[in-house]
């Protein structure tokens, strides 16, 4: 019987939202292309390349190695040097065999939804927050459960948040990042530990995307591990260690969910890449070149904190780590999404709307990514000064 090609359309699973960061980052490049200057502040992309030694690794392992498939959890040098890292950095012990390394920590989040989750569980997520999460949720068909975080909680979801919204209808797991995106907020060690308590008592997985661990201003970033091993950690090496496009991450899971993660992984993935497995392993030795990336971090970071309020900008997220600042553009427009292409019209800068991260109340918001070069932060608040002021 001859197919009608009309009948055939694309699946409900895949209508998810656009991720508008990278929309404006595609808008931004045609910009460029048309040899106008474009500041780009929309993707949470380092400005720096990865580290020399990693980098040296990575020739070293073309020239001599066989680039081949690895174990589906990674290769037992990478998970070693991890379990280390955790030793090191926060006195955890954490032994290699619940360490599974991941291609970024966006295989991270379909492997631990798969894991943990039936199809149709109840996932709580901050809003605003990263917007891939409930994308991947929606896709994978588990529902993403949006609870708004509040001005007076710095802006991240509490004990109370959680246990009001699981006691109107049962949550099967919540997904948290400190230091978050947008936010660049983190969740105080008291706020840590509570919401974690309420999540064993509820038999609620709680699942930490600790990908901004490395870039923190003000306290210092916890992770899950030291509250609780029946966590599931989900790390990457694309923010602190800047080797975005190498993708490759990893994961700390509770020992049930090992076997199950390795299974899913030989069938979805078969492997994290060889290549970036071996050049990630000497990441952890880059430390003071990481940290002098961070300085410029920390100074585009006190730009902006300054010049965005005198700009007009108002209700700025306190930003304890990552590389973000959420702000109300509410004196400039109610459509985050026009003012956004507005901005990059009149100033070449490129920023995300906050409707990306928080479709509801995001309306007013914009994200500003201060990952690049001081000469860019500069040229953007000049040029929003003069346009907006
Ligand atoms: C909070 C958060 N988690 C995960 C990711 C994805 O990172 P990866 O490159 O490791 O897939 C991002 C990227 O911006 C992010 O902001």
């Excluded at 954490?94 to 492997?111: C, D, K, M, N």
């Amino acid at each position: 019987m001859k197919t009608n090609s009309h009948e055939l359309v694309a699946s409900v699973r895949s209508a998810v939202d656009p991720f508008l960061a990278m929309d404006v980052m595609v808008a931004a490049q045609a910009r460029s292309a048309e040899g106008k200057q474009v500041l780009h502040m929309e993707v949470g992309e380092p400005g720096h390349q990865a580290p020399l030694i990693v980098r040296e690794a990575a020739k070293a392992a073309i020239d001599h190695d066989r680039i081949s498939y690895t174990p589906a959890l990674g290769l037992l040098s990478l998970r070693e040097r991890i379990s280390a890292h955790y030793q090191e950095t926060y006195g955890a012990v954490v032994p290699h065999e619940r360490i599974a390394i991941t291609t970024g920590s966006s295989a991270g989040f379909i492997l631990s939804f798969l894991s943990a989750f039936d199809t149709g569980a109840r996932v709580g997520l901050a809003a605003p927050g990263y917007p891939a999460y409930r994308n991947v949720l929606k896709a994978l068909g588990l529902i993403a459960v949006s609870i708004p975080v509040k001005a007076e909680n710095r802006y991240v979801i509490t004990a109370d948040d959680l246990q009001a919204v699981h006691d109107k209808t049962p949550l099967d797991g919540i997904l948290i990042a400190s230091p978050a995106n947008p936010s660049g907020t983190m969740l105080l060690p008291d706020a840590f530990a509570q919401l974690i308590t309420c999540c064993a008592q509820n038999h609620i997985r709680f699942i930490s995307d600790e990908i901004y661990h490395g870039i923190v201003y003000e306290g210092a970033a916890r992770t899950a591990l030291s509250h609780t091993d029946q966590s599931i950690i989900i790390n990457s090496f694309s923010k602190y260690y800047c080797m975005t496009g190498w993708r490759i991450g990893w994961m700390v899971l509770p020992e049930d969910l090992v076997r199950p993660v390795e299974r899913l992984a030989q069938s979805l993935y078969i492997s994290a890449p060889y290549i970036s497995q071996i050049a990630a392993a000497k990441a952890f030795d880059a430390s003071a070149e990481l940290n002098a990336i961070c300085q410029q971090y920390a100074a585009n970071r006190r730009k902006l904190l300054k010049a965005l309020p005198e700009i007009g900008f108002e209700g700025l997220h306190p930003a304890d780590g990552a590389f973000y600042i959420y702000a109300n553009a509410g004196r400039f427009t109610n459509d985050a999404l026009s003012f956004s292409k507005s901005l990059l019209d009149n100033t070449g800068v490129a920023a995300t709307p906050g409707v990306d991260f928080d479709p509801d109340q995001g309306q007013t918001m914009m994200r500003f990514s201060f990952a690049g070069d001081e000469v860019t932060i500069d040229k953007a608040i000049d040029a929003m000064a003069r346009w907006l002021g």
